[in-house]
């Protein structure tokens, strides 16, 4: 059977997605969403009404593309939302989140008749399936959830309501995948989850995410581990001690601020403000003075004025963060958010986001553009950069580098940066065992 794979939505989904490809693979053919197939899947997101809009869409297209073809629609929409989603004209089959036995069962079964469902209720798991992965497509590095949930309760956000309450995997499970992915010749692993900072709280013993950090670099399975994004109230000084002192954990942090101005803040329910984000911030530098430090923003929540936005703005400029995600408010019904008044105007929105996301690229190019001149050790991808046919990599402290087209995928090579362009760095061989001016650095 020819099978179709899209997804929508964050870097768990896409985890998910590949954890259901690398199991249809065994049995079937997998092609692209927009050619012919058998079946179409479509791992969808909810975390704005916009996102269930986009899947109705690819549903639309699948159909328009194969009318025979089978539709099956899982993710967080069709766990937010079944009978919604089954009303949609095309889908056959919606599977929750979490059922990959269902997923499975459904893809080879007869889809004549009503629309069938299998959606848990996610507010009773207890545990996270430990189901592996490979690396996410186009990826060197593997991808391993060690959390799922969220005990959160952001105003703008939908997500515990789909993925349910924050748990873990086991640390001895945990180690066990890192051994296998290590073993399948993968050097670098990152660690992600929902709410990755509240790992292990849920276990009993109870634990935290700087001790299965310690014990992965300890254990000398894997060369570079990297951490997904960390909420700011879960970045304690132990980790990033640790991550100063070990050769294995990258220099890189995704600490989302989502807002730059205490009001929104508040509003958006966080339990920080910006003081307290920029006195982080401030000892992560310190520690970590080379360290690529990013941040999720969202601009254009229901309220923010114009001053609040221009603060917000120089707030961010005068932080020591490298790089943001840049997200324009989208209302998500269900969420406290969704009810507030004085929606601003989505042109206003738009806006906002372009100046955001290009005070986010002036910092990039600053950071990446200090590198110059110094050499760096960076993991080869499969990605190939179309414009020049060089090699895409990224160094340990998250530097975007373009290697020599020769150079083999899943090495980790040392480049000389020589120039900054079209947002990468390009480097050339400069060998290892070498001594310079520009000394290779641990990143």
Not at 118 to 133: C, F, H, P
Not at 269 to 296: F, I, K, Q
Request: proline letters at 4%.
């Amino acid at each position: 059977m020819r099978i179709a794979i899209t997804t929508l939505g964050c870097k768990i989904n896409q985890y998910d997605s590949a954890v259901i490809q690398s199991r249809l693979e065994e049995r079937h053919s997998l092609v692209p969403f927009d050619d012919a197939a058998d079946c179409y899947l479509i791992n969808t997101c909810t975390v704005t009404d916009r996102a269930d809009w986009e899947a109705r869409q690819l549903v639309r297209r699948a159909k328009r593309r194969n009318p025979a073809a089978r539709i099956l629609v899982t993710g967080c929409y069709a766990q937010v939302n079944p009978q919604e989603v089954a009303q949609v004209p095309g889908v056959d089959f919606v599977v929750g989140l979490n059922r990959l036995d269902d997923l499975l069962r459904f893809v080879e079964s007869d889809s004549a008749g009503a629309t069938k469902i299998a959606v848990g209720d996610v507010t009773r798991e207890r545990g996270v399936a430990v189901l592996g992965t490979r690396a996410l497509p186009g990826h060197t590095r593997a991808f391993l959830k060690i959390q799922e949930g969220c005990n959160y309760s952001c105003s703008y956000c939908i997500i515990p309501t789909a993925r349910g309450l924050s748990r873990s995997v086991a640390p001895d499970q945990a180690l066990e995948e890192v051994r296998r992915l290590a073993g399948a010749g993968y050097k670098e692993l990152v660690l992600t989850g929902i709410h990755l900072g509240g790992y292990g709280q849920d276990l009993n013993p109870k634990t935290d995410l700087t001790a299965l950090v310690e014990r992965i670099a300890a254990s000398g399975l894997i060369a570079r581990l990297r951490l997904s994004s960390l909420d700011p109230r879960e970045v304690p000084d132990r980790l990033l001690d640790l991550i100063a002192a070990s050769q294995v954990v990258c220099p890189h942090l995704h600490i989302c601020a989502q807002a730059g101005e205490d009001r929104i803040l508040k509003h958006m329910r966080r339990n920080y403000d910006t003081s307290y984000y920029r006195d982080l911030l401030g000892r992560v530098r310190a520690r970590l003075p080379e360290a690529a430090l990013g941040s999720d923003i969202i601009v254009g929540f229901p309220g923010e004025s114009d001053a609040q936005f221009e603060s917000a703005l120089e707030y961010f400029a005068s932080l020591p963060l490298t790089y943001f995600h840049v997200f324009p408010y989208s209302a998500r019904r269900g969420t406290a958010a969704a009810g507030l008044a004085d929606a601003v105007p989505a042109t206003t929105r738009k806006l906002r986001a372009q100046r955001m996301r290009a005070l986010g690229a002036r910092k990039k190019s600053e950071f990446c553009a200090s590198f110059l001149g110094r050499r760096v050790a960076v993991l080869v991808e499969e990605k190939i950069a179309a414009a020049s046919g060089l090699r895409r990599g990224f160094s340990r402290n998250y530097l975007p580098v373009l290697a020599p087209a020769d150079a083999r995928v899943n090495d980790e090579i040392d480049l000389e940066l020589c120039g900054w362009r079209g947002g990468w760095l390009w480097g050339k061989n400069a060998g290892r065992g070498q001594d310079s001016p520009g000394a290779r650095l641990r990143l």
